[in-house]
């Protein structure tokens, strides 16, 4: 039987869809899309924490935005990739969410403006996040060091850390993927359940691979997904965040077992009740799921 959601939860995922291109099927030329996007009204900005200081800056030749909330100056620093299929988004559609982080952890939050596929295809993105991993190291010697990421940047964050383990660092306290885009084979039973209807589909998902890799080889390398790791064992511990509600749901999951069974610390929390992108919405929705599991990521990158 096909799970409904919640009032509250369906006119957010309606409101959400109506503000969405069609991707993947009646729009596949990145021209159109990045003039959608460009032409739409941006919405009122919320009510967001006050914080010491935030600088756009160079990682090594990447661009990131530094978030400082003042405090401790051992403080823990977080490098954060965000989300949008490798395809979308920016420093700027996730300014908000790594304004909350920062305030509600009290770390030093390094957002990283990688280069976005189909113009910068595999590994581009990749090697941006590393570049700005191990710049982040460098600039804050000493102080813990975690990854995070939502969606394609919770792959990011995932492959970061692998290849962290494998290059000889820099050493990662943590590392959290909020709904990870992490398999390219889109075979999952959450991407039949939850392939239209909910926001995010299973179009718009394949249609982001089809943008990032060159070819089926490139499926097959780990720092395209972690999947594709012979070894999952000796990673940071791991937070990860699931909702019911999306493709994504199994692979996050499937995921987060194979860590814990390579002997990796694992803090699952699957919200049935969610959609795809729910926590980066926190400081605009009145939905629970979302303070609540923005509520203990940033619990678990204070401690």
Known sequence: MTRVPRPDVRA???ACTAAFPPLGTAMTDIREVRAF??????PEPPRLPALDRVTDTDAHGVPVRVYEPGGAPDAPVVVFFHGGGMVLCSLDSHDGFCRELAAGTGATVVSVDYRLAPEHPFPAAFEDAYTALRWAADAHPGRPLSVAGDSAGGNLAAVTALLARDRGGPALTAQHLYYPMLDPAADTASYTENALGYFVTAD?????????LTGPADALDPRATPFAARDLA????AFVVTAGFDPLRDEGRRYAELLAAAGVPVEHHGYDEA?????????????????????KAFTALRN
Request: aromatic share 16%; glycine share 4%; proline share 7%.
């Open 275 to 295: 959609f795809h992108g729910f926590m980066t919405m926190s400081a605009q929705v009145a939905i629970p799921e979302a303070r609540d599991a923005c509520a």
């Open 12 to 14: 957010l995922i309606d």
């Open 37 to 42: 996007f460009d032409a739409r009204t941006a």
């Open 234 to 237: 000796g990673l940071p511990p």
């Open 204 to 212: 718009h998902l394949r249609w982001y691979w089809e943008q990032y």
